[in-house]
Each structure stands twice: as structure tokens, then as C-alpha cells.
């Protein structure tokens, strides 16, 4: 792989469809293994989200936008990056 992945380390990741199944679970591991990341989950809460799959994770770290990625949804409301 080239080396420019090798050193790609993110600090702030959006994670579309973050508290369905596969989304959540994702967000579970990134809180659990990269400490240094912060996670927006941007979700529309259709049948199939749920909030409470990411409940209780630490605030600081992972926050809810309730919006839909169909809809142009360019929240100013997400996070700025933490650097450029
Ligand atoms: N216990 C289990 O084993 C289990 C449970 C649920 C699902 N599954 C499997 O997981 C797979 C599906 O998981 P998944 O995570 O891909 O789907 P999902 O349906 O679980 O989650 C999709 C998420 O995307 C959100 N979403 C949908 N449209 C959106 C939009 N336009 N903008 C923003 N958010 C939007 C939904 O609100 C939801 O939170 C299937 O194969 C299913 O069979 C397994």
C-alpha cells in the first residue's frame, strides 16, 4: 500500500448510518481502540437507526447529527477538522 495511507491518521471521522448495525458497531470499535478520534454519526433515524446503539458513549468524543446524507445535508453543525 502506498505510503501516504501508512500515515493517514484521522482525528475526526463522520460515520453515515452510525447507529444501524454495521454503523454502530464501527463507532464501538473506533471509541474503543483510536482514543485520539472524534466520531460525528450522521444519521436520519429511519425504523432501522437507533440512538441508543451509541448511547453512553463519552460526549466529548462522539456526537449525534440526526440529518440525512441523501438530502444535501452539509450541517454546519459538523465538526470543523481538528487541523487541515
Ligand atoms: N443482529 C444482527 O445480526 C443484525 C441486526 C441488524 C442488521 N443486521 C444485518 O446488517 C446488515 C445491515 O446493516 P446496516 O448497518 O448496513 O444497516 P442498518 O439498516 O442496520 O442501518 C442503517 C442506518 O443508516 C441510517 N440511514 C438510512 N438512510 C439514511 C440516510 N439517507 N441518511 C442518514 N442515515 C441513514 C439508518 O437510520 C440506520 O441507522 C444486513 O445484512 C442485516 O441483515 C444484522
Known sequence: MP????????????VTGGC?????????YVVKNHLEVHVTVLDKLTC?????????????RVELVV???CAGCRPRRLRQPARP
Open 48 to 60: 432501522a437507526g437507533n440512538r441508543e446503539s451509541i448511547a453512553g458513549l463519552p460526549a466529548d
Open 3 to 14: 505510503a501516504v495511507f501508512e500515515s493517514f491518521e484521522p482525528r475526526d471521522i463522520i
Open 67 to 69: 440529518g440525512d446524507i
Open 20 to 28: 444501524g448495525f454495521i454503523g454502530s458497531n464501527f463507532v464501538h
